[in-house]
């Protein structure tokens, strides 16, 4: 995901890690600086929005 692309995400977006299917989390808050991201896995990670190249948008069930 580019950083445009990335400053265009809301929360309650679903993402995921290198368009897996099975690798997702949710779009938890967002700010002029990056993005939070709750995993499914339950963790929770913060990305700028400069270092969103390894997440995509989540893959349609």
């Known amino acids: ?5 990335s ?3 809301k929360v309650g ?3 995921a890690w290198h368009d897996s ?4 989390g949710t779009v938890i808050a967002t700010d002029w600086s990056g993005v939070q991201i709750k995993w499914d896995n339950g963790k929770t990670q913060f990305f ?10 989540a893959p349609l069930r």
């Open 1 to 5: 995901m580019t950083p445009d692309q």
């Open 13 to 15: 977006q679903r993402v």
């Open 21 to 24: 299917a099975t690798d997702q």
């Open 48 to 57: 700028h929005h400069n270092n969103m190249t390894d997440v995509s948008g």
């Open 7 to 9: 400053k265009r995400l």
